[in-house]
């Protein structure tokens, strides 16, 4: 925590409120640091690693402006918060979107956070299909950016659910057991360098930008208000320029990434 500035964090999501232990200030702070950080995957694309650490994350998502996935956006979220003082518990998820029934990995990190008197799940790093704020694990349903969501229980698992198209799709199921710093370590190093992990096999950038989501894989776009959603193909050619300006990331015009190109340019 003695790397940690929440001032330089504060300034990064645009938060000028209160910053207090409250549902509010989750709340708050949720939208903000999904609205400024993307969430995207180019390291692991060029051929870099992912760090966990508090000054790597800071310097990365931070001062660099950069995104990340999971591991990264609720390991920065969490040291936000618990600097702010609210109690936050790290929790694993599977993830299930796109599962068609298979069991996957405990490769999604999420938030449990108690704040006035409930439990609520904070998850600022599941993407363009993810939460916009904090649901209450207790039950009941949100509509977040014209999308609901609810969290239903499953035996000793809770499961975030969006309904979309017309039917409840599950997300990711939330396990109960407690996760130690290893855990997200031995996850993030699956998610980053496995050789089937879709981290590994394609590339992605998601960001919200007002009330619409920008998705970017591999070289299809997605833009999506509500349950509106249109999609095209782009060029190579038009890749970087688009990571500049809807992402706000730029990594340079002569990078190589894994996915596309064949061969990654290693990060220095």
């Not at 809770?158 to 979309?164: C, E, I, T």
């Not at 996760?179 to 590339?203: C, K, M, Q, R």
């Not at 970017?216 to 500049?244: D, F």
Request: some cysteine; charged content about 20%.
């Amino acid at each position: 925590m003695s790397t940690f500035s929440l001032e330089e964090y504060l300034n990064r999501v645009g938060h000028a409120g209160a910053v207090e232990a409250t549902l509010d200030t989750l709340t708050s702070l949720h939208r903000a640091h999904l609205y400024a950080i993307p969430f995207e995957n180019l390291d692991i694309q060029m051929g870099g690693g992912v760090a966990l650490d508090a000054e790597t994350l800071q310097a990365k998502l931070v001062r660099r402006r950069r995104g990340g996935y999971c591991f990264e956006h609720n390991t920065l979220f969490s040291l936000a918060l618990q600097s702010i003082g609210f109690v936050v518990q790290t929790r694993e998820a599977r993830v299930r979107q796109n599962a068609a029934g298979a069991v996957r990995p405990r490769t999604h990190m999420v938030l449990q956070v108690r704040v006035e008197g409930r439990d609520w799940l904070a998850d600022v790093g599941f993407g363009g299909d993810g939460l916009l704020e904090p649901i209450a694990l207790d039950g009941g349903s949100a509509v977040q950016a014209g999308v609901p969501y609810r969290v239903t229980p499953e035996h000793s698992l809770r499961v975030l659910q969006r309904y979309f198209a017309g039917a409840w799709e599950d997300l990711y199921a939330v396990l109960p057991d407690p996760v130690y710093p290893i855990d997200l370590e031995a996850g993030n190093w699956f998610t980053s360098t496995h050789p089937h992990s879709p981290f590994v096999l394609n590339l992605t950038a998601q960001r919200m930008i007002g009330g619409t989501r920008h998705i970017l894989r591999n070289l299809t776009y997605s833009t999506a208000r509500g349950t509106e959603v249109h999609t095209r193909e782009i060029a190579r050619a038009e890749l970087n320029p688009l990571l500049r300006e809807i992402f706000g990331i730029d990594v340079g015009d002569d990078v190589r990434f894994r996915a596309l190109d064949g061969a990654a340019q290693t990060v220095k």
